[in-house]
């Protein structure tokens, strides 16, 4: 596998590949397994984000903790009303988002992709653009394949963890590789897909990690809902024609940069940000019955 974005490029313009095609490529070398056998573990991990997707909503589910639940549900009521401003597209998006999300903190059954704290944001975005697309399953199986590859080329000159890199990095990866997967859903080339890729980090960058009371759930669960909709946005952008003027390789550098900038405070450790806020520590105590 290569180890930058200019490199996979590259590659996939010498061999006439799309970054999809790559990946399967790759994985089966790496694995030992036949391409077919990687697709379809691949669309294990689909059906599991389509449940997790879609459990919320049409059930209330509530977090182990209580500091979420029900808001997929609400989501989709209301892309139901015909009332939205930005269309029951975006918010069912959104919804899904929130499902997984939720699903998660009940400790249901999630693909961290690339984190379980981030994990809403690719099923949202895949599943949705397939929907709204008419594209066939085996469809989002390739456009998680390109997320993948960008995932990995993220993971090797970066950190996806908030521990390490802060909310940018899970969320922000998250969404930077759901856009890419998207872009080649939608006809577009291994460079737009960077290119979608770099526009999410350069919009997302510097984003904190601040969970209250430490827990995965808030401001987590609304981060991947709007994390859905930066790559479902920034994957029309490109799509129109628009280009990052910061490169992909660069953009996932700075991110790195900047979250080792970041003070220990606010990468995951629940004592800065909205963590420590009046309002966030009070729910603290009420989690822990202090």
Same mark, same amino acid.
Do not use: H, P
């Given at each position: 596998m290569v180890n930058y974005g200019y490199e996979l490029l590259e590659v996939c313009k010498e061999k006439n590949l799309s970054i999809w095609e790559y990946t399967l490529? !790759?994985?089966?070398?790496?694995?030992? @397994?036949?391409?077919?056998?990687? =697709?379809?573990? $691949?669309?294990? %991990?689909?059906?599991? $984000? $389509?449940?997790?997707?879609? #459990?919320? @909503?049409?059930? +209330?589910?509530?977090?182990?903790?209580? @500091?979420?639940?029900?808001?997929?549900?609400?989501? %989709? !009521?209301?892309?139901?009303?015909? +009332?939205?401003?930005?269309? %029951? =597209?975006?918010? +069912? *998006? $959104?919804? #899904? *988002? @929130?499902?997984?999300? !939720?699903?998660?903190?009940?400790?249901?059954?999630?693909v961290a992709a690339p984190t379980a704290g981030s994990c809403g944001i690719m099923p949202a975005v895949i599943i949705s653009a397939g929907e709204q697309l008419g594209l066939s399953e085996d469809d989002m199986v390739k456009g998680l394949l390109t997320g993948t590859g960008v995932g990995i080329i993220i993971a090797k000159n970066a950190t996806m963890a908030g521990a390490e890199g802060g909310c940018q990095a899970e969320c922000g990866s998250a969404a930077a590789m759901a856009s890419a997967g998207v872009v080649e859903m939608m006809g577009g080339t291994p460079d737009q897909a960077l290119n979608a890729a770099a526009i999410v980090f350069k919009n997302i960058i510097g984003l904190v990690c601040d969970p209250i009371a430490g827990l995965v759930e808030v401001p987590c669960a609304k981060r991947n809902a709007a994390g859905a909709v930066s790559a479902l946005t920034t994957a029309d952008m490109v799509m129109a024609g628009i280009m990052s003027k910061i490169p992909f390789d660069d953009t996932v550098e700075a991110m790195y940069r900047v979250g080792k900038q970041m003070p220990a405070e606010l990468r995951e450790t629940a004592l800065g940000g909205l963590a420590i806020t009046k309002t966030g520590l009070e729910l603290q105590k009420k989690v822990f019955g202090e």
């Open positions: 490529e !790759e994985e089966a070398k790496a694995t030992g @397994l036949t391409r077919e056998q990687v =697709f379809e573990k $691949m669309r294990k %991990n689909l059906k599991v $984000m $389509m449940s997790a997707a879609e #459990r919320g @909503l049409t059930n +209330k589910i509530a977090s182990v903790s209580g @500091l979420i639940g029900g808001d997929a549900y609400k989501l %989709n !009521e209301y892309a139901n009303s015909g +009332k939205t401003l930005t269309g %029951n =597209f975006m918010v +069912k *998006a $959104m919804g #899904r *988002a @929130l499902s997984s999300s !939720e699903v998660n903190a009940a400790m249901g059954k999630i």
